[in-house]
């Protein structure tokens, strides 16, 4: 049993989550089974939803994928880096290249190249009526039932949150406030890995701003922002930072004229130097874009297909190989037949997962095609990495010194990047 297949398995069962929940727009409930009995490989974009699904970041995963795979991937982050240069004539010769290789009846594949189709309408300044239909066919990809089930009754990936907003902005946009509202009630009660959050919540708070009316409660708004930003500063994320604060300056200045109209000297003096440094933090930002020459504004949402940490397997396992001195034959003893490794790194073919685990561990490596800092099924023990790194960039070095000495008790020492881990920690 991999990993991957522990971590499903065991955090479905401790969130008490039902399969058909977790699984619904994305495959079958068999095909779930498979996966997780190791009879079934899931693709890169099904496994990081499943996980996302199960409020895991794949922020700090690594992905060992074979050629095919990789080629892929390396197509869309092609399509996300040419969208963020503004390339839009590239961008829509990537996506006709990719939509020529991808397997269109694989619903993620589709959501992908539907939220790229809506990210270059938006660019482009094309009218709402083709954005609105895009956006609804690739929400209603994944979250079929989005217009009969409250949001709680659901399962969401970032991804999904973010099409849930725009869904609610461009379709229906009088239910836009309460949109965001439910959406900040899901995303605290149900993610509780601070990088995912950072990823939507200050979206979501910057929408639920421009969604009020005159009528809006600003005390609510300026704790949700406050909220928003202090994730942002957590995670050392810029995600809607720039917005926030503008949204921020404009509450600041309706209770700094309320404040002089109740003739409260104290209280303006106070909301005048918080106004002042959010002023100089948004300054800040502007100069810092500005010698980058782009903007601070938030353009859209390719920030959350954006990926690092992908490797392919089959240049991994040669230069793995010949860095180590080994042969084809002393790699594969016991394992598989010499030509499977020949195979692999000549023709850019494939091996079984079971098979490339034991050749990656015997190369020193994870056997896991995605993982964490650490290999583990152990949500205890994730939760415990973070811990650990939270201990550390606050300097409470006993703290963290007693966390990973519970973590080694939690985590098996004969994965070499457990030992790579819990050395360099130390």
């Not at 209280?267 to 005048?272: A, D, G, R, S, T």
């Not at 440094?277 to 930002?285: F, G, I, S, V």
């Not at 650990?388 to 939690?410: C, F, P």
Request: aromatic share 8%; charged share 30%.
């Amino acid at each position: 049993m991999n990993a991957f297949a522990e971590v499903l398995k065991t955090q479905t069962k401790n969130l008490e989550i039902s399969i058909e929940e977790l699984c619904e727009g994305l495959c079958s409930q068999s095909m779930f089974a498979r996966i997780c009995n190791g009879e079934r490989s899931a693709d890169k974009l099904l496994r990081e939803r499943l996980m996302q699904r199960l409020g895991i970041s794949d922020t700090r995963n690594e992905s060992f994928l074979f050629r095919d795979e990789y080629d892929m991937w390396k197509l869309r982050q092609q399509i996300v880096n040419s969208m963020n240069r503004e390339q839009y004539k590239q961008v829509e010769e990537l996506l006709q290249e990719y939509k020529s290789k991808a397997s269109m009846e694989n619903p993620l594949e589709q959501q992908f190249c539907l939220v790229m189709e809506v990210q270059l309408l938006m660019a482009q300044g094309c009218g709402e009526q083709q954005i609105k239909g895009r956006i609804e066919s690739a929400l209603k990809l994944t979250v079929p039932n989005i217009d009969t089930k409250s949001l709680h009754q659901l399962l969401l990936s970032e991804q999904e949150m973010d099409l849930v907003l725009e869904y609610a902005r461009y379709c229906h946009p009088k239910r836009m406030a309460q949109c965001c509202e439910e959406l900040l009630e899901y995303v605290k009660q149900h993610i509780h890995d601070e990088y995912l959050k950072a990823k939507i919540f200050p979206k979501i708070v910057y929408y639920q701003c421009i969604a009020e009316g005159e009528e809006s409660d600003l005390d609510m708004l300026l704790q949700n922002c406050n909220e928003a930003i202090d994730c942002l500063r957590d995670t050392k994320r810029l995600y809607y930072f720039w917005e926030l604060l503008c949204e921020r300056e404009k509450i600041y200045e309706h209770f700094i004229k309320k404040a002089s109209a109740e003739s409260e000297k104290t209280q303006k003096q106070v909301l005048v130097l918080m106004q002042e440094e959010n002023a100089l933090w948004k300054r800040t930002l502007e100069e810092m874009y500005r010698d980058c020459g782009v903007s601070p504004a938030m353009k859209n949402s390719c920030y959350l297909y954006l990926q690092k940490d992908t490797f392919c397997m089959n240049e991994i396992i040669y230069k793995r190989r010949t860095m180590l001195g080994m042969t084809r034959k002393e790699l594969c003893e016991g394992i598989c037949s010499e030509k499977t490794i020949a195979r692999v790194e000549l023709t850019n073919g494939k091996m079984q997962m079971p098979i490339a685990r034991q050749v990656l561990r015997r190369l020193g490596l994870s056997g896991e095609r995605q993982r964490v800092d650490v290999v583990t099924s152990n949500p205890e023990a994730l939760k415990l990495v973070k811990d650990i790194a939270t201990y550390g960039y606050n300097r409470e070095y006993e703290k963290e010194q007693a966390a990973l000495e519970k973590l080694e008790k939690m985590i098996s020492m004969e994965e070499p990047v457990n030992r790579q881990y819990v050395k360099e920690t130390r």
